[in-house]
């Protein structure tokens, strides 16, 4: 018992002596030993705590080596710190600021992954998820030859997918809401955007049930043109998916329009 009272006292003691020695360089005006601290700091993991000092050797010599090393660190440090905006900043700011320096490709790319960091899960707005997919693309162009491409390119696919599936429970929510227009409009979109999708056979299925929900339930002005769309997907939905297991109920749509048809051919 008294040995770890020692002990606790004992790790108390340097943890106030470390302390005071990080406020009196922190407060100097010795930016040799600011920058050794800083990093000594860094090295040790304590990367967030490095920050401040790094700022202050930015700022006294920013076109300086030190002064490179301190502005990359600090966004590094905060990334490492999981401050994601904070990070994007510094490190999107490096690359245009020390556009000819070697680490400017680590800076934006891990700039560009800040913003994968950011990007919710996929019910939620996707407005970081593009901004995720764009910064990855300007990293691509700008360094084309980098090792991190397939890396790249591998995120992006991951990221599309997400607004890929987001785009897909909406048309799923508005069938289930019954909000046939919505979902006809929704479906037909996706379709058009994501072509290869795998969730394409369901969404063609939902595209021929919403038609045929909405000819059914529109106004007379409005039916018979609502008959013939719902049929012309029927046929495409045929076509592209001949061995789906909607074809029994979607065939059923169909036959129900074409009986509709026949009162506008009298």
């Known amino acids: 018992m008294k040995n770890f009272k020692l002990f606790t006292f004992v790790l108390a003691s340097l943890t106030i002596v470390s302390c005071t020695g990080y406020n009196k360089v922190l407060k100097s005006d010795d930016y040799p030993s600011k920058f050794e601290v ?6 040790d993991g304590q ?3 490095s920050i401040a000092l790094y700022e202050q050797i930015y700022q006294r010599m920013p076109k300086t080596g030190e002064g490179e090393l301190s502005y990359f660190r600090i966004g590094k440090g905060y990334y ?12 999107g700011q490096f690359s245009q ?3 000819t320096s070697e680490k400017a490709e680590d800076a934006l790319f891990l700039s560009a992954m800040c913003s994968v960091k950011n990007s919710p899960e996929f019910s939620l707005d996707q407005n970081e998820t593009d901004l995720a997919i764009n910064d990855l693309q300007q990293f691509i162009d700008r360094f084309p030859s980098s090792i991190l491409v397939d890396s790249c390119n591998s995120i992006i696919d991951g990221l599309r997918f997400k607004l890929e ?14 909000n046939y227009r919505a979902a006809t409009s ?32 529109s106004v007379e002005s409005k039916k018979k043109e609502r008959i013939d769309q719902t049929i012309e997907r029927y046929r495409t939905f045929v ?3 001949p061995n789906s297991e909607y074809i029994g109920i979607t065939t059923d749509y169909y036959e129900k329009m074409e009986l509709e048809k026949l009162k506008y051919q009298k």
């Open 38 to 43: 800083a990093n000594q700091l860094y090295d």
């Open 47 to 49: 990367e967030l705590r």
């Open 80 to 91: 490492l710190g999981a401050d994601y905006y904070m990070a994007g900043y510094y490190l």
């Open 97 to 99: 600021r020390f556009s």
């Open 165 to 178: 599936k987001k785009e897909f429970n909406a048309v799923e929510l508005y069938s289930k809401t019954e």
């Open 186 to 217: 929704a479906a037909l979109t996706f379709l058009d955007d994501y072509p290869m999708s795998v969730f394409n056979e369901r969404v063609s299925y939902l595209l021929v049930q919403n038609s045929y929900l909405l000819s059914k339930n």
């Open 239 to 241: 076509v592209s998916f």
